[in-house]
């Protein structure tokens, strides 16, 4: 079945129409090097840096790997203040949540640092059928408030392109009565394997937000050892131009990302930095709307997670992110459940944008309302943060930062180069700012509980004491919006 499969998904042509004069665009050399020749930047170089990031530009490789060698305590508390103002720049005080929804765990692959891996015979099996998705999506929507969803798929004929499409619109039709009005998913971001291009066409068909693939590791010999030489994911460049394929299927909203312990981390985020720069210069300008930047977790019979040569410790992650905000300025970026509490916090003030929130990765998980526990037979990885959306958002709160559920970007056409130049002048925040108050009403009024609801209402007083109208129609506009949304009308967006 694997080999079947596998020809009927990976078509040579749709990689090699990528490649100039027969390289891709990651040399590992010329990383290597990059990496060697700005070991010791000084002061004024990074300032400098600094400056460029501020201006909202895309660092160069060189630049980058100075950042990455900064050792300096002072130099390493401006980068950080640096990456924060270059968030509030071009986000503000936003952060969107999602929750990850695990649609299948069957998988012909056999990635070492993955429980769904299909050697681990402790796995236990099943994809959900239309019913559970309906049931998961109303336990999503309806209990916890969500209003974007990550699907997620493991690679198999069980979850093909008509599943993955059918299940998404399944999703997209559930909406569940609440205290103030009703919610539904408004949202549905996807990862799955790298598509042929005919597949990736009936993605937009059935309304997706961004389309997400890791490469995992940009390193070919560790890309090598992880994924084996005979499965699906083994081919290294069918997953590297997994978003070339997306652009050209008409989806402009990518994600791409790296899963660090794999290899040496400031390699990886060098590889992030190469692939971002290429899907701009190949695009319009257009870079990944999203960078992911997982850390390996212990999953069952998964022998990679085991391997300590590449782990990377807190203080490296803190700086990894800080330098990935600074090199791609413009770019969203995810933070997941993966990571403790106190790390995640942390990656807020360095210019993480999004977060999931009451996330279970079991299979069935949300509608069998398991709470905090994990099930190592059950889930890919096992999970550092277990807050409820309730939780996060009170936390976020405290810390002045406003949960947005805003999902009006993608529904009216603020996507690929709209969205990069709204990013890129900063003039993004300025729209989202004004639907983050919205659907922050929403929600308090929908889902929040006792102490969050109080702060909330504080943090939701002093937003709408700082709002900036771009003229006196949007005022009237929003006032408008406000007070119908307070009274239990709901989805309204500008
Ligand atoms: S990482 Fe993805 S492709 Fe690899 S075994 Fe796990 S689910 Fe399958």
New binding site residues.
Partial sequence: MTSTFKSDIIRPDEIERYLEDGADFIDEDLIHRTLAENRRPDRARVHDILAKSKNIETLTPAETAALLHVDDLDLLEEMRAAALEVKLKVYDNRIVTFAPLYMS?H?????A??????ENTGMERRKLSMEEVAAETRALTGTHGHKRLIVVY???PESDIDYITESIDTVYRQSVETRGGHSCIRRVNVNA?PMPIDHLRRLPEVGIGTFQVFQ?TYHRETYRRV?GSHH??SDYRWRLYAMHRAMEAGIDDVGIGALFGLYDWRFEVMGLLHHARELERRFDGIGPHTISFPRLEPAQNAPATTDTRYRVGDADFLKLVTVLRLAVPYTGMICTAREPAAIRDETVHRGVTQMDASTRIGIGAYSADEKDGQHEERQ?FMLGDTRSLDELIRDMARQGFITSFCTAGYRIGRTGERIMHLLRSCKEGHFCKLNAVLTFREWLDDFGTGETRRIGEELIRSELGSLAFNGKAQRRQFDDYYRRTSAGERDLYI
Avoid: I, M, P
């Avoid at 998988?107 to 990635?111: G, I, L, M, T, W």
């Avoid at 640092?113 to 299909?118: D, M, N, T």
């Fill in positions: 765990n998988c012909v692959n056999n990635c640092y993955c429980g769904f891996r299909s493991g690679e198999h394997a995992e994924h699906l994911k890919q």
